[in-house]
């Protein structure tokens, strides 16, 4: 029997700022993922020299005390404020982030008005984990926190990939994933945040390239719902091609969550497939796609029967003609506009607006923020259900496509003002 060390299966950042994600036949060499009978949960297996992965899951597929094994997959990373954006003016925001204000936004300010006439402004006392590259969330070493997100914005969080207390973004994409759910207002620094409030439990699980294991995804996804985080947001990604069989431990921790009444928003992926990625396909699981500033489906987002909302996302709208209201508005040959949020440019020091962002993992954050405003104002209560909150989110989305569900758009365009009314 290989000796059994770690379990990983690779997950890309959903966003097309990172590579493509990585072919299905592609795993971690020299590591299986071995679950035994009676256990929970699997552990990384570390083969012999040379040995292969197909030999080792063939062999262990044969053993009575095996319940399951797999290859460890590769995956990749899917009120005006006086916040200046690019612009000198007070309200350089407004221009800047369209995913917030405007016709094919999210309805922020109106959201934030009724959560504050609530007296709950921004979601305060909620926590979000941003399972993912980790988090610019301190000053230490070499590493700065972001200058718009503010020391008390966080709860501790853990490192998976490093395997310390320290879960440093090195990457980026988690410290912009956390920006559009977490970042300050009303403070002259970079641009705003949906969920201003709320507090964000950072845990890495992918590293300086965007990708990470199954194994931590599992483990950070079970991290955050036993340190008591209300919604986890997991803006990444496996091919479309990989099945619930190839990662059990993540559709187990996801089950886990559910059970214990924690909300887990997934990106749906951005490879233009009819077939939504996981974890985002799992079924308890909030599945989001990506739209443009023209309220038309990202050219690169996924779609399928397990959608269920869409948010910005940003990038070029889809060549969608079928449907009268697509074909009318949307401009497939035009360059769409990118989400913009404060993150590190060239180092985890240097700190700015970059463009090149845009993806599912863009738009995941915008149902996290909005699912963060919800409960935090107690539209629904105190302490909703997973599933009435879920619903709620659903049936207060705007309908775009044809009317009514459908595999483009889901239920609908997530909109927190409607969520709060």
């Avoid at 090195?170 to 709320?198: D, M, R, S, W």
Wanted: aromatic share 6%.
């Amino acid at each position: 029997m290989p000796h059994r060390n770690r379990l990983v299966l690779l997950a890309m950042a959903a966003c097309l700022a990172a590579a493509a994600p990585a072919a299905a036949s592609e795993y971690v060499p020299g590591e299986v993922i071995v679950r035994e009978e009676g256990e929970a949960t699997g552990e990384v297996v570390e083969l012999a020299r040379g040995e292969t992965v197909p030999g080792a899951v063939a062999d262990l597929r044969a053993d009575p005390d095996v319940a399951s094994v797999e290859p460890n997959y590769v995956a990749r990373a899917s009120r005006i404020w006086n916040d200046p954006g690019r612009s000198a003016e007070p309200e350089g925001w407004v221009d800047l982030q369209w995913n917030f204000i405007g016709n094919a936004s999210v309805n922020a300010p109106e959201a934030w008005d009724l959560a504050i006439d609530a007296g709950h402004a921004g979601g305060r006392g909620v926590v979000v984990a941003v399972v993912d590259t980790g988090v610019a969330y301190r000053t230490r070493k070499r590493y700065k926190r972001a200058p718009d997100l503010r020391k008390r914005s966080f709860v501790r969080g853990w490192d998976f990939v490093d395997r310390d207390r320290w879960p440093h973004d090195e990457f980026g994409h988690g410290t912009h994933v956390a920006g559009t759910i977490a970042q300050g207002v009303n403070n002259g620094k970079g641009v705003t945040g949906l969920a201003y409030n709320a507090r964000i439990m950072p845990i890495r699980v992918l590293d300086a390239n965007g990708e990470g294991g199954a194994w931590q995804i599992s483990r950070g996804i079970r991290y955050a719902v036993k340190h008591r985080a209300d919604i986890v947001n997991l803006s990444l990604e496996f091919h479309p091609s990989i099945t619930a069989r190839q990662v059990p431990e993540i559709i187990r921790a996801i089950r886990f969550a559910h059970r214990k009444g924690v909300l887990v928003v997934a990106a749906a992926g951005n490879e233009s497939d009819s077939t939504v990625a996981y974890p985002a396909r799992a079924r308890d699981a909030i599945s989001v796609g990506a739209t443009t500033e023209n309220l038309c489906q990202a050219d690169y987002s996924n779609q399928g029967g397990r959608l269920d909302l869409v948010a910005p996302g940003g990038g070029n709208d889809a060549d969608n003609n079928d449907n009268p209201r697509d074909a009318q508005n949307c401009r497939p040959l035009q360059t769409g506009r990118d989400i913009y949020q404060q993150t590190f440019i060239s180092n985890p020091r240097r700190f700015g607006l970059p463009s090149g962002y845009q993806g599912t993992s863009m738009a995941a954050a915008h149902v996290s923020a909005t699912a963060a405003l919800v409960i935090g104002s107690r539209r629904l209560g105190k302490n909703p259900s997973r599933d009435r909150l879920a619903k709620h989110l659903r049936r207060t989305a705007r309908d775009l496509g044809a009317d009514g569900y459908d595999r483009r758009y889901g239920h609908g365009l997530v909109d927190a003002a409607a969520a709060l009314r």
